[in-house]
């Protein structure tokens, strides 16, 4: 459910396209919290001498923050990108409960959130919804020392949750169960029907009807498309981390990642979450460059155990990573 436990944690490798001798090395971090300049730019510097090349930084929502550790980032000789999850998002006074994802129960992401207490997010049929965002983006990539946004959490809550995650929650997700299945909001499924002619609401088995998830994976891509539109005007790149696939990515968490107008894509092929070995992240890495037809950069992400001596003591994926 967490991006990444401990922090440190994922490295990307640079694969198709472009600098092809080159491995670009990505590492996603977070702060600044109390830490003096003189300590963030050490931090930065060591990340430097040991091969990283850029930093996917998430510091919250204000932009005088990624002034600062932009600035710091590039004294240390770094790419500076911020990482700012989308569609997941904390009570706030500028949005609104009713624009939080409903499932098949009827259920808001608000008030009742699935699997862990701070899985709230939004709606992507929600104008307003994407105004807060575009907002926010907007005012993030103007700030000089901003390379380009990463997005995150841009997708639905998980219907199906990767199998190496089912016991940790104590749950077997074999097929769509209604409580992770989202969205049936007024909005979702009143233009569902306008555009269909089917009231989703009254379809005994949802999982079985294509339109309704591909109305779905469009709500997604619609979404990051229009972001990418407004980060583009500010001469910044625009990037995300998906699920893999993405055959995966639109199972689990209707993502149809090779139709989004991203500069690069950073799926998490992390292996233990999927129950496979090493192996699998070459296999996946070669489903994801046929999937963009290999014209643009698909970074593979790897989940790093800031605990490499520990690994086989903590059975929780989330915890140790590969
Ligand atoms: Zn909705």
Redesign the pocket.
């Known amino acids: 459910m967490k991006k990444i436990s401990a922090l440190f944690a994922l490295l990307l490798l640079l694969i198709s396209c472009g600098e092809k001798n080159k491995i670009t090395v990505m590492a996603w971090t977070s702060g600044p919290g109390e830490a003096t300049d003189k300590e963030i730019v050490e931090k930065f510097k060591d990340f430097k001498n040991k091969g990283i090349d850029g930093l996917m930084y998430n510091g919250g929502h204000n932009p005088k923050t990624y002034e600062r550790i932009g600035q710091l980032a590039k004294d240390a000789g770094l790419e500076f990108h911020t990482w700012i999850p989308t569609m997941i998002q904390q009570p706030n006074p500028k949005l609104k409960p009713e624009w939080y994802?409903?499932n098949r129960l009827g259920e808001s992401a608000f008030d009742k959130p699935v699997y862990v207490e701070h899985y709230k997010i939004l709606?992507?049929?929600?104008e307003e919804v994407y105004e807060f965002l575009s907002e926010l983006y907007t005012n993030v990539a103007n700030v000089p020392q901003v390379d380009g946004i990463h997005l995150d959490y841009i997708r639905f809550p998980d219907v199906i949750l990767a199998p190496g995650l089912w016991e940790k929650y104590g749950l077997t997700m074999d097929k769509e169960y209604p409580k992770y299945d989202?969205?049936?909001?007024d909005?979702?499924t009143e233009n569902f029907k306008e555009k269909t002619g089917i009231d989703i609401k009254e379809v005994e088995n949802p999982s079985q009807v294509q339109e309704w998830k591909q109305y779905r994976y469009d709500l997604i891509t619609r979404m990051v498309n229009r972001l990418a539109e407004d980060v583009h005007k500010t001469g910044k790149k625009i990037s995300s981390a998906v699920f893999p696939g993405p055959a995966i990515a639109k199972k689990l968490v209707r993502q149809e990642w090779n139709k989004w107008d991203l500069d690069a894509i950073y799926p998490m092929n992390y292996n233990d979450f999927y129950l496979e070995n090493a192996k699998w992240v070459g296999k996946m890495v070669a489903e994801e460059v046929t999937a963009v037809n290999n014209n643009k950069p698909i970074y593979s992400g790897l989940f790093i155990t800031p605990y490499p001596g520990e690994k086989a003591n903590r059975p929780d994926p989330e915890d140790h990573g590969s």
């Open positions: 994802v409903v709606c992507p049929s929600r989202y969205c049936y909001c909005i979702c």
